[in-house]
């Protein structure tokens, strides 16, 4: 289903909450990142898009609804690819403009077919490794 994001906010049955989308930052273009975790693993399996309708479906169905950027349509995660993500929770951060969606996840979370997006390209380590201080990181 080919359509454009819902920027505008909640519109008519179905819509979501409006208290949530009231308290929701989203970017520009009405988007809201939304990181991908294992539930019970706290794997982060991937990052995704979602405007009001695709949040609201997801919270509704069970199952992790995306706006793709470059299809300009929402898709279903494992619809075509068989690798579902089953949602066990949803949070906003603290400053309402990510959404943490804990989800089981059923086989590979990236569309190259790997568990996550996040296992192939390790940048390296912060120099002083694990217990430095980092806070000059913040500057």
């Given at each position: ?24 930052r989203r970017s520009a273009d009405g988007l809201v990142p939304a990181i991908a ?103």
């Amino acid at each position: 289903m080919t359509s454009t994001p819902s920027s505008s906010g909640p519109s008519g049955p179905g819509s979501l909450d409006p208290q949530v989308a009231a308290r929701l930052r989203r970017s520009a273009d009405g988007l809201v990142p939304a990181i991908a975790q294992q539930y019970d693993t706290g794997e982060v399996l991937m990052l995704g898009w979602m405007d009001d309708e695709a949040l609201h479906r997801t919270l509704t169905t069970g199952r992790c609804t995306y706006w793709s950027r470059s299809r300009r349509e929402y898709w279903v995660k494992g619809d075509t690819s068989g690798h579902f993500q089953y949602v066990k929770s949803v949070a906003l951060d603290c400053d309402a403009d990510t959404v943490l969606v804990k989800v089981d996840q059923v086989g590979a979370a990236c569309h190259t077919g790997a568990r996550t997006c996040f296992d192939a390209d390790v940048l390296g380590a912060v120099e002083g490794g694990a217990g430095s201080d980092v806070s000059s990181l913040d500057q």
